[in-house]
């Protein structure tokens, strides 16, 4: 089982429509959890972090974490064709264990958002 | 605010030769931390630097190594290259104690032929 692990997509919606990436983890201990954006040729962009449960906001991202079922989700709303792009997930872990500092990341999924 | 750099942008070696990649920090960053990324895969961690010293360091050989200088800027050497070494190489910057952002450098494609 991978640490962390992304919907395998391809994943391709319609411009204005909500994109839906999701992630699990396997390590309980994971404290902080971040979505980066990477466009092809190019290295990854923080887009949103979040460490307590629940739902957090930033313009048209949502990011939500379910601790109890080891879930993170990213939620893009009136997608773009700037959207485009990969997505990773990372998972970080609490201070003083033995992955605190480094980021675990899935394998990314590829967003195509068609006009 | 000047972001993370990182030189080169490109290289390529030869197998069995010996690499050395760059990174500076973000202003006001003082944690460097560095990641392979093969191609269609996600980034792994290699090793992060605090302090000057290696704090944690990933599943990777003693072929790669590194240091971080006094102004926080880091280096990342591979020894005895071997082909499976072609990836891009990440260098991320985050400052201890605020936080867990970390922020990625545009990074090294190194190219081993």
């Known amino acids: 089982q991978k640490e962390v692990e992304q919907n395998s997509g391809p994943l391709s919606v319609p411009e204005g429509a909500i994109a839906s990436l999701n992630c699990t983890y396997s390590d309980r201990g994971s404290q902080s959890f971040f979505w980066y954006r990477q466009y092809s040729g190019k290295s990854p962009e923080l887009i949103m972090f979040i460490y307590s449960n629940g739902d957090k906001e930033d313009g048209r991202f949502t990011a939500q974490l379910n601790k109890a079922s080891q879930y993170v989700s990213l939620l893009i709303r009136d997608s773009q064709p700037s959207d485009s792009a990969t997505y990773l997930c990372?998972?970080?872990?609490?201070?003083?264990?033995?992955?605190?500092?480094?980021?675990?990341f899935g394998q990314g999924t590829i967003l195509t958002v068609h006009p | 605010d000047a972001g993370v750099t990182q030189s080169p942008t490109h290289l390529i070696k030869t197998r069995g030769q010996q690499v050395t990649l760059r990174c500076s920090p973000k202003s006001g960053h003082d944690t460097v931390s560095w990641y392979q990324q093969a191609l269609g895969q996600g980034p792994q961690f290699i090793f992060q630097y605090y302090e000057e010293e290696e704090r944690q360091r990933g599943n990777f050989p003693d072929r790669f190594s590194g240091h971080q200088f006094p102004n926080y800027s880091s280096e990342l050497n591979v020894n005895a290259l071997l082909l499976g070494d072609s990836a891009l190489y990440l260098c991320a910057s985050s400052l201890e104690g605020w936080g867990d952002e970390q922020y990625f450098g545009p990074g090294t494609r190194l190219t081993v032929t």
């Open positions: 990372a998972a970080r872990g609490n201070a003083g264990g033995t992955s605190y500092g480094k980021l675990t």
